[in-house]
Protein backbone atom coordinates (compact mmCIF):
# COMPACT_ATOMS: atom_id res chain seq x y z
CA UNK A 1 0.00 0.00 0.00
CA UNK A 2 2.77 2.17 1.36
CA UNK A 3 4.52 1.58 -2.38
CA UNK A 4 1.76 2.24 -4.77
CA UNK A 5 0.87 5.52 -2.40
CA UNK A 6 4.60 6.43 -3.44
CA UNK A 7 4.21 5.50 -6.84
CA UNK A 8 0.94 7.78 -7.15
CA UNK A 9 3.00 10.67 -5.46
CA UNK A 10 6.22 9.95 -8.24
CA UNK A 11 3.32 10.72 -10.84
CA UNK A 12 1.41 13.62 -9.04
CA UNK A 13 3.85 16.52 -10.38
CA UNK A 14 3.81 15.44 -14.38
CA UNK A 15 -0.08 15.53 -13.84
CA UNK A 16 -0.44 19.14 -12.35
CA UNK A 17 1.79 20.06 -14.55
CA UNK A 18 -0.22 18.61 -17.64
CA UNK A 19 -3.74 19.72 -15.99
CA UNK A 20 -2.41 23.30 -15.60
CA UNK A 21 -2.09 23.00 -19.24
CA UNK A 22 -4.89 21.77 -20.44
CA UNK A 23 -6.21 24.62 -21.72
CA UNK A 24 -3.52 25.21 -24.26
CA UNK A 25 -4.54 22.50 -26.38
CA UNK A 26 -7.15 24.26 -27.54
CA UNK A 27 -6.32 25.83 -30.75
CA UNK A 28 -8.70 28.53 -31.96
CA UNK A 29 -8.03 31.82 -34.02
CA UNK A 30 -9.75 34.46 -32.72
CA UNK A 31 -12.85 35.92 -34.78
CA UNK A 32 -12.51 38.49 -36.02
CA UNK A 33 -9.24 38.91 -35.43
CA UNK A 34 -7.09 42.32 -34.79
CA UNK A 35 -4.05 43.00 -35.93
CA UNK A 36 -1.73 45.78 -35.44
CA UNK A 37 -0.33 47.08 -38.99
CA UNK A 38 1.46 49.78 -40.82
CA UNK A 39 -1.59 51.58 -41.96
CA UNK A 40 -1.74 54.65 -44.40
CA UNK A 41 -3.75 57.63 -43.04
CA UNK A 42 -4.65 60.65 -45.42
CA UNK A 43 -1.62 62.69 -45.47
CA UNK A 44 -0.17 59.59 -47.10
CA UNK A 45 2.27 58.81 -44.13
CA UNK A 46 1.94 55.56 -42.57
CA UNK A 47 0.95 54.42 -38.72
CA UNK A 48 0.24 51.53 -36.85
CA UNK A 49 -3.44 50.89 -36.33
CA UNK A 50 -5.15 47.93 -34.92
CA UNK A 51 -7.22 46.28 -38.33
CA UNK A 52 -9.61 44.19 -38.03
CA UNK A 53 -9.54 40.74 -40.36
CA UNK A 54 -12.99 39.57 -40.44
CA UNK A 55 -12.16 36.63 -42.91
CA UNK A 56 -8.85 35.23 -41.71
CA UNK A 57 -9.23 31.70 -40.41
CA UNK A 58 -5.75 31.15 -39.34
CA UNK A 59 -3.40 33.67 -38.25
CA UNK A 60 -0.13 31.67 -38.75
CA UNK A 61 -0.90 30.21 -42.46
CA UNK A 62 -2.26 33.41 -43.76
CA UNK A 63 -5.63 30.87 -44.65
CA UNK A 64 -8.47 32.45 -45.86
CA UNK A 65 -11.35 32.09 -48.54
CA UNK A 66 -10.24 35.38 -50.12
CA UNK A 67 -6.52 34.76 -51.30
CA UNK A 68 -4.20 31.85 -51.48
CA UNK A 69 -0.87 33.78 -50.57
CA UNK A 70 2.48 31.54 -50.91
CA UNK A 71 6.24 32.26 -50.52
CA UNK A 72 8.84 33.14 -53.42
CA UNK A 73 6.40 31.34 -55.90
CA UNK A 74 6.99 30.51 -59.72
CA UNK A 75 3.68 30.76 -62.00
CA UNK A 76 2.37 27.22 -62.75
CA UNK A 77 -0.39 26.35 -65.12
CA UNK A 78 -3.19 28.68 -64.01
CA UNK A 79 -2.24 29.24 -60.67
CA UNK A 80 1.10 29.44 -58.91
CA UNK A 81 3.42 27.10 -56.91
CA UNK A 82 5.37 27.41 -54.11
CA UNK A 83 5.13 26.94 -50.24
CA UNK A 84 2.41 28.68 -48.11
CA UNK A 85 3.19 31.26 -45.61
CA UNK A 86 4.02 30.72 -41.65
CA UNK A 87 4.00 33.91 -39.78
CA UNK A 88 5.66 34.71 -36.49
CA UNK A 89 3.90 36.52 -34.28
CA UNK A 90 2.89 37.13 -30.52
CA UNK A 91 -0.53 38.42 -29.09
CA UNK A 92 -1.02 41.42 -26.70
CA UNK A 93 -2.73 41.35 -23.48
CA UNK A 94 -6.53 42.62 -25.51
CA UNK A 95 -5.25 39.56 -27.63
CA UNK A 96 -4.40 41.85 -31.08
CA UNK A 97 -1.99 40.16 -32.96
CA UNK A 98 1.87 41.68 -33.34
CA UNK A 99 4.23 40.12 -35.95
CA UNK A 100 7.50 39.55 -34.60
CA UNK A 101 9.40 39.62 -37.71
CA UNK A 102 9.58 42.06 -40.75
CA UNK A 103 8.23 39.46 -43.27
CA UNK A 104 5.22 38.16 -41.10
CA UNK A 105 4.49 42.08 -40.90
CA UNK A 106 4.56 42.29 -44.67
CA UNK A 107 2.34 39.20 -45.35
CA UNK A 108 -0.64 40.06 -42.69
CA UNK A 109 -0.82 43.77 -44.03
CA UNK A 110 -0.64 42.48 -47.67
CA UNK A 111 -3.43 40.28 -46.81
CA UNK A 112 -5.16 43.07 -45.16
CA UNK A 113 -5.54 45.40 -47.63
CA UNK A 114 -6.38 42.61 -50.05
CA UNK A 115 -9.54 41.79 -47.42
CA UNK A 116 -10.70 45.58 -47.52
CA UNK A 117 -10.37 45.85 -51.34
CA UNK A 118 -12.55 42.88 -51.51
CA UNK A 119 -14.96 44.57 -49.40
CA UNK A 120 -14.59 47.98 -51.50
CA UNK A 121 -15.13 45.31 -54.74
CA UNK A 122 -18.28 44.33 -53.27
CA UNK A 123 -19.36 47.64 -52.08
CA UNK A 124 -18.69 48.41 -55.87
CA UNK A 125 -19.98 45.44 -57.82
CA UNK A 126 -16.84 45.56 -59.76
CA UNK A 127 -17.12 41.76 -61.00
CA UNK A 128 -13.21 41.19 -59.91
CA UNK A 129 -12.36 37.51 -59.66
CA UNK A 130 -11.35 35.74 -55.92
CA UNK A 131 -9.74 34.10 -54.50
CA UNK A 132 -7.02 35.69 -55.98
CA UNK A 133 -3.32 34.19 -56.13
CA UNK A 134 -1.02 36.12 -54.23
CA UNK A 135 3.25 35.50 -54.33
CA UNK A 136 5.35 37.60 -52.03
CA UNK A 137 8.76 37.52 -52.83
CA UNK A 138 8.48 35.62 -55.90
CA UNK A 139 10.59 34.59 -58.22
CA UNK A 140 10.21 36.06 -61.68
CA UNK A 141 12.50 37.01 -64.51
CA UNK A 142 12.06 39.22 -67.33
CA UNK A 143 15.03 37.45 -70.00
CA UNK A 144 18.08 37.16 -68.41
CA UNK A 145 17.44 39.42 -65.24
CA UNK A 146 15.84 38.94 -62.01
CA UNK A 147 12.96 41.35 -61.91
CA UNK A 148 13.20 43.61 -58.27
CA UNK A 149 11.37 46.17 -56.78
CA UNK A 150 7.65 45.73 -58.75
CA UNK A 151 4.72 44.02 -58.33
CA UNK A 152 2.46 42.78 -61.35
CA UNK A 153 -0.93 41.23 -62.02
CA UNK A 154 -0.82 38.01 -64.04
CA UNK A 155 -4.20 37.44 -65.84
CA UNK A 156 -3.53 33.78 -67.03
CA UNK A 157 -2.62 32.99 -63.09
CA UNK A 158 -5.27 35.17 -61.64
CA UNK A 159 -1.89 35.90 -59.63
CA UNK A 160 -0.37 39.33 -58.34
CA UNK A 161 2.96 38.40 -57.56
CA UNK A 162 5.24 41.43 -55.70
CA UNK A 163 8.72 40.53 -56.21
CA UNK A 164 11.73 41.16 -53.94
CA UNK A 165 12.03 44.78 -52.74
CA UNK A 166 15.41 45.90 -51.90
CA UNK A 167 15.22 49.47 -51.98
CA UNK A 168 15.15 51.13 -48.10
CA UNK A 169 11.58 52.72 -49.03
CA UNK A 170 8.26 51.45 -47.81
CA UNK A 171 7.76 47.41 -49.06
CA UNK A 172 5.17 47.49 -52.11
CA UNK A 173 3.59 44.92 -50.18
CA UNK A 174 2.82 47.07 -47.02
CA UNK A 175 2.19 49.83 -49.67
CA UNK A 176 -2.02 50.18 -50.13
CA UNK A 177 -2.06 52.11 -53.04
CA UNK A 178 0.13 49.97 -54.73
CA UNK A 179 -2.13 46.94 -53.82
CA UNK A 180 -5.09 48.62 -54.92
CA UNK A 181 -2.85 49.02 -58.22
CA UNK A 182 -2.29 45.63 -59.11
CA UNK A 183 -5.64 44.54 -57.43
CA UNK A 184 -7.23 46.62 -60.55
CA UNK A 185 -5.53 44.78 -62.83
CA UNK A 186 -7.63 41.79 -62.62
CA UNK A 187 -10.87 44.48 -62.25
CA UNK A 188 -9.83 45.63 -65.80
CA UNK A 189 -9.25 41.82 -67.02
CA UNK A 190 -12.47 40.95 -66.15
CA UNK A 191 -14.49 44.37 -67.44
CA UNK A 192 -11.97 44.37 -70.21
CA UNK A 193 -10.15 41.83 -71.57
CA UNK A 194 -12.03 38.97 -70.91
CA UNK A 195 -14.05 37.74 -73.34
CA UNK A 196 -13.11 39.93 -75.89
CA UNK A 197 -10.15 38.16 -76.88
CA UNK A 198 -11.90 35.14 -78.56
CA UNK A 199 -13.70 38.41 -80.14
CA UNK A 200 -10.60 39.89 -80.99
CA UNK A 201 -9.64 37.12 -83.42
CA UNK A 202 -11.86 37.28 -86.08
CA UNK A 203 -10.47 40.24 -87.61
CA UNK A 204 -8.42 40.31 -90.34
CA UNK A 205 -5.48 41.59 -88.92
CA UNK A 206 -5.20 39.82 -85.84
CA UNK A 207 -5.00 36.59 -87.83
CA UNK A 208 -1.53 36.24 -87.99
CA UNK A 209 -0.97 35.36 -84.59
CA UNK A 210 -1.72 32.79 -82.46
CA UNK A 211 -4.54 32.19 -79.72
CA UNK A 212 -1.91 31.13 -77.32
CA UNK A 213 -0.21 35.07 -78.05
CA UNK A 214 -3.27 37.18 -77.80
CA UNK A 215 -4.23 34.90 -74.62
CA UNK A 216 -1.21 36.28 -73.29
CA UNK A 217 -1.11 39.86 -74.64
CA UNK A 218 -4.80 40.73 -74.14
CA UNK A 219 -4.73 38.10 -71.06
CA UNK A 220 -2.31 40.06 -69.21
CA UNK A 221 -0.95 43.48 -69.97
CA UNK A 222 2.20 42.73 -67.65
CA UNK A 223 5.26 44.08 -68.87
CA UNK A 224 7.46 40.75 -68.42
CA UNK A 225 5.40 39.33 -71.10
CA UNK A 226 6.91 42.21 -73.12
CA UNK A 227 9.52 40.29 -74.77
CA UNK A 228 7.44 37.17 -75.67
CA UNK A 229 5.05 38.92 -77.79
CA UNK A 230 7.87 40.80 -79.77
CA UNK A 231 9.25 37.70 -80.42
CA UNK A 232 6.00 36.62 -82.05
CA UNK A 233 5.19 39.54 -84.03
CA UNK A 234 7.66 39.02 -86.49
CA UNK A 235 5.74 38.05 -89.85
CA UNK A 236 7.04 37.99 -93.60
CA UNK A 237 3.62 38.60 -95.10
CA UNK A 238 2.90 41.45 -97.04
CA UNK A 239 1.54 44.20 -95.08
CA UNK A 240 2.72 42.93 -91.51
CA UNK A 241 4.53 46.09 -90.78
CA UNK A 242 1.06 47.75 -90.89
CA UNK A 243 -0.83 44.86 -88.89
CA UNK A 244 2.52 45.06 -86.50
CA UNK A 245 2.05 48.56 -85.98
CA UNK A 246 -1.76 48.32 -85.23
CA UNK A 247 -1.44 45.72 -82.83
CA UNK A 248 1.32 47.66 -81.39
CA UNK A 249 -1.24 50.43 -80.94
CA UNK A 250 -4.36 48.68 -79.50
CA UNK A 251 -1.88 46.49 -77.06
CA UNK A 252 -0.67 50.63 -76.02
CA UNK A 253 -3.78 51.99 -76.08
CA UNK A 254 -5.35 49.39 -73.43
CA UNK A 255 -2.11 49.18 -71.50
CA UNK A 256 -2.01 52.93 -70.80
CA UNK A 257 -6.08 52.45 -69.84
CA UNK A 258 -5.04 49.53 -67.68
CA UNK A 259 -2.31 51.08 -65.74
CA UNK A 260 -3.27 54.85 -65.58
CA UNK A 261 -7.26 53.44 -64.03
CA UNK A 262 -4.79 51.41 -61.92
CA UNK A 263 -2.99 54.51 -60.25
CA UNK A 264 -6.63 56.07 -59.93
CA UNK A 265 -7.72 52.82 -58.17
CA UNK A 266 -4.69 52.81 -56.16
CA UNK A 267 -5.61 57.04 -54.93
CA UNK A 268 -9.66 56.13 -54.92
CA UNK A 269 -8.32 53.34 -52.16
CA UNK A 270 -6.10 55.52 -49.85
CA UNK A 271 -7.14 58.86 -50.61
CA UNK A 272 -3.08 59.53 -51.49
CA UNK A 273 -2.52 61.05 -54.49
CA UNK A 274 0.93 60.61 -54.39
CA UNK A 275 1.51 56.68 -53.14
CA UNK A 276 3.75 55.57 -55.21
CA UNK A 277 6.52 57.66 -53.91
CA UNK A 278 6.76 56.28 -50.13
CA UNK A 279 8.05 53.33 -52.24
CA UNK A 280 9.40 54.32 -55.10
CA UNK A 281 10.63 57.89 -54.95
CA UNK A 282 12.45 57.89 -58.48
CA UNK A 283 8.49 57.81 -59.61
CA UNK A 284 7.18 60.85 -58.13
CA UNK A 285 7.16 63.18 -60.58
CA UNK A 286 5.64 60.75 -63.58
CA UNK A 287 3.22 59.29 -61.56
CA UNK A 288 1.82 61.06 -59.10
CA UNK A 289 -2.38 62.60 -59.61
CA UNK A 290 -2.24 66.10 -57.94
CA UNK A 291 -1.14 67.70 -60.84
CA UNK A 292 -2.66 69.56 -63.59
CA UNK A 293 -3.87 67.38 -66.72
CA UNK A 294 -2.08 67.89 -69.54
CA UNK A 295 -3.76 67.76 -72.96
CA UNK A 296 -4.66 64.03 -73.92
CA UNK A 297 -2.95 62.31 -76.50
CA UNK A 298 -4.66 61.68 -79.80
CA UNK A 299 -4.89 58.85 -82.08
CA UNK A 300 -2.39 60.16 -84.43
CA UNK A 301 -0.32 61.04 -81.37
CA UNK A 302 0.01 57.63 -80.12
CA UNK A 303 0.64 55.91 -83.94
CA UNK A 304 3.31 58.60 -84.18
CA UNK A 305 4.98 57.81 -80.88
CA UNK A 306 4.79 53.71 -81.74
CA UNK A 307 6.53 54.87 -85.16
CA UNK A 308 9.38 56.64 -83.51
CA UNK A 309 10.16 53.12 -81.24
CA UNK A 310 9.83 54.84 -77.91
CA UNK A 311 10.08 52.69 -74.76
CA UNK A 312 6.77 51.01 -74.69
CA UNK A 313 6.27 50.65 -70.98
CA UNK A 314 7.02 54.31 -70.95
CA UNK A 315 4.40 55.26 -73.37
CA UNK A 316 1.34 53.16 -71.86
CA UNK A 317 2.27 54.51 -68.37
CA UNK A 318 2.73 57.87 -69.77
CA UNK A 319 -0.42 57.68 -71.86
CA UNK A 320 -2.10 56.39 -68.35
CA UNK A 321 -1.08 58.94 -66.50
CA UNK A 322 -2.92 61.67 -68.50
CA UNK A 323 -5.98 60.24 -68.02
CA UNK A 324 -5.31 59.14 -64.23
CA UNK A 325 -4.55 63.20 -63.51
CA UNK A 326 -7.58 64.27 -65.73
CA UNK A 327 -9.98 62.28 -63.89
CA UNK A 328 -8.56 63.14 -60.49
CA UNK A 329 -8.86 66.84 -61.13
CA UNK A 330 -12.33 65.98 -62.42
CA UNK A 331 -13.10 64.38 -59.19
CA UNK A 332 -11.62 67.17 -57.05
CA UNK A 333 -13.57 69.52 -59.11
CA UNK A 334 -16.96 67.60 -58.63
CA UNK A 335 -16.46 67.52 -55.07
CA UNK A 336 -16.21 71.56 -54.73
CA UNK A 337 -19.05 71.90 -56.80
CA UNK A 338 -21.33 68.93 -54.91
CA UNK A 339 -19.75 69.70 -51.89
CA UNK A 340 -19.50 65.77 -50.92
CA UNK A 341 -17.41 64.17 -48.87
CA UNK A 342 -14.34 62.78 -50.16
CA UNK A 343 -14.78 59.44 -49.37
CA UNK A 344 -18.40 59.45 -51.27
CA UNK A 345 -17.05 61.35 -54.18
CA UNK A 346 -14.10 58.65 -54.84
CA UNK A 347 -16.68 56.11 -54.62
CA UNK A 348 -19.10 57.67 -57.88
CA UNK A 349 -15.78 58.24 -59.62
CA UNK A 350 -15.16 54.98 -59.15
CA UNK A 351 -19.06 53.47 -60.14
CA UNK A 352 -18.28 56.10 -63.21
CA UNK A 353 -15.21 54.49 -64.38
CA UNK A 354 -16.62 51.06 -64.12
CA UNK A 355 -19.23 51.62 -65.77
CA UNK A 356 -17.36 53.31 -68.53
CA UNK A 357 -15.13 50.16 -69.22
CA UNK A 358 -17.98 48.18 -70.09
CA UNK A 359 -18.28 50.65 -73.27
CA UNK A 360 -14.45 50.78 -74.04
CA UNK A 361 -15.05 46.66 -73.98
CA UNK A 362 -17.91 46.69 -76.38
CA UNK A 363 -16.47 49.02 -79.01
CA UNK A 364 -12.89 46.74 -78.49
CA UNK A 365 -15.61 43.95 -79.53
CA UNK A 366 -17.37 45.77 -82.04
CA UNK A 367 -13.77 46.86 -83.82
CA UNK A 368 -14.08 46.14 -87.37
CA UNK A 369 -10.83 45.51 -89.75
CA UNK A 370 -10.02 48.49 -91.20
CA UNK A 371 -10.56 50.48 -87.37
CA UNK A 372 -8.92 51.44 -84.83
CA UNK A 373 -10.11 52.12 -81.02
CA UNK A 374 -9.59 55.98 -80.22
CA UNK A 375 -7.50 57.06 -77.60
CA UNK A 376 -10.36 58.88 -76.45
CA UNK A 377 -12.56 56.26 -76.16
CA UNK A 378 -11.98 55.99 -72.53
CA UNK A 379 -12.59 59.90 -71.72
CA UNK A 380 -15.87 59.67 -74.00
CA UNK A 381 -17.49 56.63 -72.19
CA UNK A 382 -16.43 58.32 -68.95
CA UNK A 383 -18.09 61.87 -69.60
CA UNK A 384 -21.32 59.77 -71.00
CA UNK A 385 -21.26 57.83 -67.69
CA UNK A 386 -20.81 60.81 -65.40
CA UNK A 387 -24.22 61.62 -63.92
CA UNK A 388 -25.56 64.91 -63.97
CA UNK A 389 -22.14 66.53 -65.50
CA UNK A 390 -22.31 70.41 -65.31
CA UNK A 391 -21.29 72.86 -67.71
CA UNK A 392 -18.49 73.41 -65.71
CA UNK A 393 -17.66 70.02 -65.97
CA UNK A 394 -17.76 70.12 -69.50
CA UNK A 395 -15.42 73.20 -69.96
CA UNK A 396 -13.03 70.64 -67.59
CA UNK A 397 -12.64 67.79 -69.75
CA UNK A 398 -12.95 70.24 -72.90
CA UNK A 399 -10.08 72.27 -71.60
CA UNK A 400 -7.38 68.79 -71.79
CA UNK A 401 -9.21 67.07 -74.75
CA UNK A 402 -7.74 68.18 -78.19
CA UNK A 403 -10.23 70.24 -80.38
CA UNK A 404 -10.45 66.95 -82.25
CA UNK A 405 -13.60 64.74 -83.95
CA UNK A 406 -12.26 62.10 -81.86
CA UNK A 407 -14.22 63.61 -78.44
CA UNK A 408 -17.90 62.87 -78.51
CA UNK A 409 -18.92 65.44 -76.34
CA UNK A 410 -22.17 64.37 -74.48
CA UNK A 411 -25.41 66.08 -75.42
CA UNK A 412 -25.31 68.48 -72.35
CA UNK A 413 -21.88 69.53 -72.82
CA UNK A 414 -23.01 70.37 -76.42
CA UNK A 415 -25.15 72.93 -75.16
CA UNK A 416 -22.20 74.97 -73.59
CA UNK A 417 -19.83 76.65 -75.43
CA UNK A 418 -16.78 75.05 -75.56
CA UNK B 1 0.06 31.86 -15.08
CA UNK B 2 4.23 32.19 -14.08
CA UNK B 3 3.56 32.44 -9.85
CA UNK B 4 0.75 29.66 -10.95
CA UNK B 5 3.43 27.16 -12.86
CA UNK B 6 6.41 28.22 -10.71
CA UNK B 7 4.01 26.98 -7.79
CA UNK B 8 3.14 23.70 -9.19
CA UNK B 9 6.65 22.72 -9.91
CA UNK B 10 7.22 22.91 -6.20
CA UNK B 11 4.06 21.56 -5.44
CA UNK B 12 5.48 18.48 -7.46
CA UNK B 13 8.85 19.04 -5.67
CA UNK B 14 7.58 18.47 -2.41
CA UNK B 15 5.68 15.66 -3.58
CA UNK B 16 8.42 13.77 -5.39
CA UNK B 17 10.60 14.55 -2.50
CA UNK B 18 7.91 13.18 -0.07
CA UNK B 19 7.50 9.95 -2.69
CA UNK B 20 11.29 9.18 -2.68
CA UNK B 21 12.26 9.40 1.25
CA UNK B 22 9.51 6.63 1.69
CA UNK B 23 11.70 4.76 -0.73
CA UNK B 24 15.34 6.05 0.25
CA UNK B 25 17.46 5.64 2.58
CA UNK B 26 18.12 8.83 4.27
CA UNK B 27 21.90 10.23 3.50
CA UNK B 28 24.64 9.19 5.57
CA UNK B 29 26.01 11.89 7.87
CA UNK B 30 29.16 12.19 6.15
CA UNK B 31 27.15 13.21 3.12
CA UNK B 32 26.52 17.12 2.34
CA UNK B 33 22.65 17.50 2.80
CA UNK B 34 22.02 20.57 1.76
CA UNK B 35 23.51 22.52 -1.23
CA UNK B 36 23.70 25.40 -3.69
CA UNK B 37 24.77 26.56 -7.12
CA UNK B 38 24.94 30.09 -8.86
CA UNK B 39 25.66 29.44 -12.90
CA UNK B 40 25.73 31.50 -16.02
CA UNK B 41 25.66 29.94 -19.56
CA UNK B 42 24.60 29.53 -23.01
CA UNK B 43 21.68 27.87 -23.39
CA UNK B 44 20.78 26.62 -27.04
CA UNK B 45 17.73 25.74 -28.16
CA UNK B 46 16.61 23.91 -31.42
CA UNK B 47 13.42 23.62 -33.00
CA UNK B 48 11.56 23.17 -36.29
CA UNK B 49 8.63 25.72 -37.44
CA UNK B 50 5.87 24.42 -39.21
CA UNK B 51 7.73 25.34 -42.44
CA UNK B 52 9.92 22.61 -41.24
CA UNK B 53 12.79 25.30 -41.38
CA UNK B 54 15.62 24.59 -38.36
CA UNK B 55 15.61 27.36 -35.61
CA UNK B 56 18.44 28.20 -33.55
CA UNK B 57 18.32 30.32 -30.33
CA UNK B 58 20.96 31.37 -27.97
CA UNK B 59 19.94 33.50 -24.63
CA UNK B 60 22.57 33.70 -21.82
CA UNK B 61 21.06 32.46 -18.61
CA UNK B 62 21.10 32.50 -15.23
CA UNK B 63 20.46 29.89 -12.37
CA UNK B 64 20.10 30.25 -8.96
CA UNK B 65 19.77 26.62 -7.39
CA UNK B 66 18.84 24.83 -3.13
CA UNK B 67 19.21 21.26 -2.96
CA UNK B 68 18.66 18.92 -0.52
CA UNK B 69 19.83 15.54 -0.54
CA UNK B 70 19.17 14.15 -3.89
CA UNK B 71 16.96 16.88 -4.64
CA UNK B 72 17.33 20.25 -6.19
CA UNK B 73 15.34 23.41 -7.05
CA UNK B 74 17.19 25.64 -9.71
CA UNK B 75 15.22 28.87 -10.80
CA UNK B 76 16.51 30.24 -14.51
CA UNK B 77 16.26 32.96 -16.66
CA UNK B 78 17.58 33.68 -19.91
CA UNK B 79 16.90 36.88 -21.85
CA UNK B 80 17.87 37.38 -25.33
CA UNK B 81 17.54 40.74 -27.89
CA UNK B 82 17.39 39.58 -31.42
CA UNK B 83 16.94 41.85 -34.89
CA UNK B 84 14.97 40.09 -37.55
CA UNK B 85 14.97 41.86 -41.45
CA UNK B 86 13.84 44.77 -42.34
CA UNK B 87 14.82 48.21 -43.58
CA UNK B 88 15.48 51.67 -42.52
CA UNK B 89 11.45 52.25 -43.53
CA UNK B 90 9.86 49.09 -42.16
CA UNK B 91 11.45 47.11 -39.53
CA UNK B 92 10.86 44.70 -36.43
CA UNK B 93 12.89 44.51 -32.95
CA UNK B 94 11.83 41.61 -31.07
CA UNK B 95 13.74 40.27 -27.37
CA UNK B 96 12.70 37.20 -25.60
CA UNK B 97 12.53 36.63 -21.54
CA UNK B 98 12.58 33.29 -20.32
CA UNK B 99 12.09 32.48 -16.68
CA UNK B 100 11.84 29.04 -15.29
CA UNK B 101 11.72 26.37 -12.54
CA UNK B 102 13.57 23.23 -12.25
CA UNK B 103 13.43 19.98 -10.34
CA UNK B 104 16.47 17.59 -10.34
CA UNK B 105 17.18 14.90 -8.74
CA UNK B 106 20.67 12.75 -8.43
CA UNK B 107 21.24 9.64 -7.07
CA UNK B 108 24.85 10.63 -6.46
CA UNK B 109 24.32 13.71 -4.92
CA UNK B 110 27.94 13.66 -3.35
CA UNK B 111 30.43 12.31 -5.54
CA UNK B 112 32.54 14.60 -8.01
CA UNK B 113 30.03 13.60 -11.55
CA UNK B 114 26.23 13.65 -10.63
CA UNK B 115 24.32 12.99 -13.36
CA UNK B 116 20.66 13.79 -13.23
CA UNK B 117 16.81 14.16 -14.20
CA UNK B 118 14.82 17.03 -13.96
CA UNK B 119 11.48 18.40 -14.91
CA UNK B 120 10.33 21.47 -14.52
CA UNK B 121 8.13 24.18 -16.54
CA UNK B 122 8.63 28.50 -16.79
CA UNK B 123 6.87 31.06 -19.47
CA UNK B 124 8.83 32.80 -22.47
CA UNK B 125 7.73 36.43 -22.72
CA UNK B 126 8.44 37.88 -26.09
CA UNK B 127 8.34 41.86 -26.52
CA UNK B 128 8.19 43.34 -30.04
CA UNK B 129 9.70 47.02 -31.85
CA UNK B 130 8.31 47.54 -34.91
CA UNK B 131 9.29 50.81 -36.71
CA UNK B 132 7.57 52.23 -39.41
CA UNK B 133 9.24 55.28 -40.80
CA UNK B 134 9.62 57.22 -37.82
CA UNK B 135 7.19 55.74 -35.86
CA UNK B 136 8.14 53.16 -33.27
CA UNK B 137 5.64 50.41 -31.16
CA UNK B 138 6.88 48.15 -28.24
CA UNK B 139 4.21 45.71 -27.43
CA UNK B 140 4.53 43.27 -24.80
CA UNK B 141 3.57 39.69 -25.55
CA UNK B 142 1.62 37.45 -23.27
CA UNK B 143 3.28 35.23 -21.47
CA UNK B 144 3.88 31.51 -22.92
CA UNK B 145 3.60 28.58 -20.71
CA UNK B 146 5.62 25.16 -21.09
CA UNK B 147 6.69 22.32 -19.77
CA UNK B 148 9.76 20.23 -19.99
CA UNK B 149 12.10 17.11 -19.04
CA UNK B 150 15.91 16.82 -18.79
CA UNK B 151 19.24 14.57 -18.17
CA UNK B 152 22.12 16.56 -17.16
CA UNK B 153 25.27 15.81 -15.37
CA UNK B 154 27.01 18.40 -12.90
CA UNK B 155 30.66 18.05 -11.69
CA UNK B 156 32.13 19.54 -8.87
CA UNK B 157 36.21 20.61 -9.17
CA UNK B 158 38.06 22.61 -6.60
CA UNK B 159 35.11 22.51 -4.28
CA UNK B 160 33.39 24.88 -5.23
CA UNK B 161 33.47 25.05 -8.18
CA UNK B 162 30.89 23.79 -11.16
CA UNK B 163 30.09 22.93 -14.48
CA UNK B 164 26.74 21.60 -15.81
CA UNK B 165 25.33 20.50 -19.03
CA UNK B 166 21.70 19.28 -19.65
CA UNK B 167 19.69 18.43 -22.43
CA UNK B 168 16.18 19.23 -22.70
CA UNK B 169 13.02 18.24 -24.17
CA UNK B 170 10.78 21.52 -23.68
CA UNK B 171 6.99 21.21 -25.02
CA UNK B 172 5.55 24.67 -25.46
CA UNK B 173 2.25 25.45 -25.84
CA UNK B 174 2.10 22.03 -27.58
CA UNK B 175 1.22 23.22 -30.74
CA UNK B 176 1.95 20.96 -33.79
CA UNK B 177 5.27 22.27 -34.70
CA UNK B 178 6.52 19.24 -31.93
CA UNK B 179 8.96 19.94 -29.18
CA UNK B 180 12.22 22.33 -28.91
CA UNK B 181 15.59 20.43 -27.59
CA UNK B 182 17.79 22.60 -25.17
CA UNK B 183 21.00 22.38 -24.78
CA UNK B 184 22.50 24.10 -21.25
CA UNK B 185 25.96 24.73 -21.05
CA UNK B 186 26.73 26.58 -17.74
CA UNK B 187 29.60 27.14 -15.24
CA UNK B 188 29.75 28.67 -11.86
CA UNK B 189 30.03 28.45 -7.83
CA UNK B 190 28.76 25.11 -6.37
CA UNK B 191 28.28 25.05 -1.76
Known amino acids: MRELTGKLLILLPFFFILSACEKLFEKATPKPVMARLPWPTADGSYHFQDIELRQLKDVAHLQSDLVSIYESPVPFQDGLSGSGPYLQYIQDADGVVIPTDAKSLQLLSLYAHLEKLYDLDLQLGTQASWPLNVGFEANFTRGEEKVENNALYIASNNALLFVPFQQPDLPLAVNAGVIGHEHFHSIFYKKVLEGSVEQLLEYQFLEAHTVAFFKRVFGSMSAALEPMSKEETVSTEPGAEEKKLRLEYLRNIIRGFNEGMADLWGWIYTDNADFISASLPQMKTARKLDVLPVLLSTTDDKMLEIATKRDPIERAYNFGTQYSRLFKGFSDLRAKRLGTEKQATRMELAKTLLQSLDGVKAEIVALKADQTLSSYSLLNHFVEAIPEISPEECRYFATYAQKTAEFKSPQPC ?4 R | MKLKIISLVLLSATAGFAASTSEIVAPTPEKKIFSAELLTGITN ?8 NLVVTSPQSYSLGIGYGSWMITGERSSQDRRFSGNTSLNVTTAQKDESAWVSWAPTPSSQWRPYLSFGGGTLKTSVDSQIDSEKISVEGKELPYVGVGFGVRAVFLRFFEI ?28
Open chain 1, 414 to 417: QETP
Open chain 2, 45 to 52: EFRRDETQ
Open chain 2, 164 to 191: KTEIRIVNREFTEVGPAVRLLGSVGFSL
